[in-house]
């Protein structure tokens, strides 16, 4: 955030000499360093701010308190008309405007709107007290880490040849209803929790090169699966670290300033005001109640499937919300916890194991095993078809070594897989390296190398090795003592960039791109004026009959900016039924299929509905007026 010193220190000397004499009056001839110290001790002083805040009106003070809750974001003015009732849109320019000539926030222009900031020196002051939520029946709802195993899960997809893309660089219906079948613990919430857990957990695979595109399937990369190997561990952390750069532009400390006020149990209203700042896409609720999971900020939501906040339910909704153990760790120590290590191989070919085991064991599970469950402790059954299928994924043999090490099976499981192993690995048609060396006395003397043995499979008397292909490179570097720089024939694999559009899309949120502070601060255009104009186009307060075309257009503008719209509705295949006036917000627009509707908030309720297009007969915008 900016600081009130660096602020003052860019502003031109006339504009700071019109805010000392704002503050002291003229004074006559001053020298700029005494004007910008005064001017500075000035603003800066604290009782004065507090007093203002003290004195603003309850949706003055709530407004300030989201500007300064978005910290380096900022809000723009119409994302902040969403948090205003209806009946004082009108009033908050004005308001906004004053607190920038008060120096108490400052605004940039940003694509045709302003975009408003909070300064440093205030953001102890600009917060109101949080009640905490009453006790409420229900249940609590927290997912720990499962979105590692989900991950693991979805790698282990990739490897099996199940995510599959169409010709438009989808993922194929089929693919996707593999992955949101299998999260059956966060369609516990809600179907769409499910959807946007598969959207995060694309967007960081993708994000970090870990799948891309083999002719018409997603594979994981050879970077995913070194780091599966050799930093699993690592995982949850990296995951959590990631969605910090992209939610918070890796800002640590104010994502740890809106976490610490769920310390304590907090309402889901509240809740969801605290990071409604980081998606400010739809009206904050004015009363207590319960939230849908599609209502909650997309921040809150993914907080809960990383496992650092719970919820607590009622009647399918989220009615309280507070931090996780693993969130509280994360706040203190930038790590959190994740539960123990527990797996367990039973006789009748069942495995148990907890969400906490080492990501390289799971990812074999779900490589080799079938997963009857998803909850924190898993579990999987052997057989000898979802054994093999794993195996042609191209595991190395010394792979399953480990994992026989690992889940330390008993003596009838061992032997089962010993003989399954057999039956793949004991006669097998394969592409492998070889490694000719023309210098007999040079291939004598690597074979007697134990160092560069261990990278490769066989010794070829008279000719050369067959090479280990993941210590290829190990043999490379030790071959260049010899003098060599091996010529390396490589087979040409049609593999690109996975696509990441889809995931993207509903993935992203908007953070205003602003530009140097606006520092003269002029009065906008006259509302009444304004009012005139709009009145005039599609957009007014008066009653019109519209085109489809232009019907979809005022709606789409109603929703972004947050305006109230009045309608007059009526079932046009209803001949004898009586056309209604209705008045609503407007929350999303569906019209992909048919019938196309729109999804409104009714005035004064907070009860979500569908409304179809086609029953719209006119429409008017209120702008900034209450029915």
């Known amino acids: 955030m900016f600081d009130l010193n660096a602020f003052f220190e860019g502003m031109s000397k006339p504009l700071l000499r019109n805010a000392h004499a704002k503050a002291f009056g003229h004074k006559g001839l001053l020298n700029n360093a005494l004007i910008q110290d005064e001017t500075l001790g000035f603003y800066n002083d604290k009782d004065r701010v507090a007093g203002l805040f003290q004195k ?34 009108r009033d908050l320019q004005n308001f906004l405007l004053e607190m920038c000539r008060e120096y108490v926030l400052w605004r940039s222009p940003s694509a045709s709107t302003s975009v408003y900031y909070g300064f440093a020196n205030f953001i102890d002051i600009f917060c109101m007290p949080l009640e905490d939520a009453p006790a409420v029946k229900g249940a ?44 059956t613990s966060a369609k516990r919430i809600s179907e769409k929790t499910a959807e946007n857990e598969l959207s995060l957990i694309f967007n960081f695979l993708t994000g970090n090169g870990w799948l891309e595109q083999e002719d018409a399937c997603l594979v994981p990369t050879e970077k995913a699966l070194e780091f599966i190997r050799k930093n699993g561990f690592r995982l949850h952390q990296d995951l959590v670290s990631w969605w910090l750069k992209e939610r918070f532009r890796g800002d640590r ?44 900020p997309r921040p809150l939501r993914e907080l809960w499937l990383l496992g650092l906040v719970r919820f607590t339910m009622a009647n399918g909704k989220i009615a309280a919300v507070t931090l996780e153990q693993a969130g509280r760790d994360w706040i203190e120590s930038s790590i959190a916890s994740i539960p123990e290590q527990n797996i367990s191989c039973l006789p009748n070919f069942e495995l148990i194991a907890s969400t906490g085991t080492s990501p390289r064991v ?90 560069f043995m261990e990278c490769t499979n066989e010794y070829i008397a008279g000719y050369g090795f067959v090479l280990k292909p993941e210590m290829e490179s190990r043999a490379f570097d030790i071959l260049t003592n010899y003098g060599y720089c091996p010529f ?102 569906k019209l992909a299929k048919s019938p196309q509707t729109i999804e409104i908030q009714p005035y004064g309720s907070e009860v979500p509905e569908l409304l179809e297009l086609s029953f719209i007969q006119e429409v008017k915008v209120y702008n900034g007026h209450q029915p």
């Open 362 to 451: 799971l990812f074999m599970l779900a490589c080799l095993s079938k997963v009857e469950n998803d909850e924190v402790y898993l579990r999987f059954s052997l057989n000898r078809d979802s054994y093999i299928r794993g195996l042609k994924c191209g595991i190395a043999e010394s792979e399953i070594e480990n994992f026989k090490g690992w889940i330390k099976p008993p003596v009838n499981v061992e032997s089962t897989i010993a003989e399954w192993n057999s039956s793949y690995y004991g006669a097998r048609v394969q592409t492998v390296r070889l490694l000719k060396i023309e210098n007999a006395d040079v291939l004598n003397e690597l074979s007697r190398f134990p160092q």
């Open 140 to 183: 609590d709802a927290f997912y720990q880490n499962l979105i590692d195993w989900h991950i693991c899960e979805v790698l282990a997809l990739g490897m099996t040849g199940e995510l599959k893309v169409n010709n438009s660089n989808l993922l194929h219906r089929r693919s996707y209803q593999i992955c949101t079948d299998a999260f």
């Open 488 to 589: 390396v024939e490589r087979k040409n694999v049609n593999r690109s960039s996975a696509p990441t559009e889809e995931w993207r899309k509903d993935f992203a949120a908007g953070w205003p791109e602003a530009k140097a502070p606006d520092y003269e601060l002029k009065d906008t255009a006259n509302s009444e004026t304004l009012q005139t104009a709009l009145n005039s186009t599609k957009y007014g307060n008066n009653y019109q009959k519209l085109s489809t075309f232009d019907l979809v257009k005022v709606l789409r503008y109603a929703k972004t900016v947050g305006a109230l719209i009045g309608a007059k509705v009526k079932n046009p295949t209803k001949r004898g039924e009586s056309e209604v006036e209705r008045n609503f917000f407007v929350h999303a627009l």
């Open 56 to 89: 603003m009106e309850p949706w003055q003070r709530h407004c300030m308190v989201l500007i300064y809750n978005s910290a380096s974001r900022g809000l723009t003015f119409n994302e902040l008309r969403l948090t205003v009732p209806v009946s004082k849109c």
């Open 253 to 296: 400390s104010h994502c740890v300033r809106l976490l610490r006020m769920l310390d304590k149990p907090r309402t889901a209203p509240v809740a969801s005001s605290i990071f409604w700042v980081m998606d400010p896409t739809f009206r904050l609720q004015e009363k207590d109640g319960l939230i849908a999971w599609e209502y909650l």
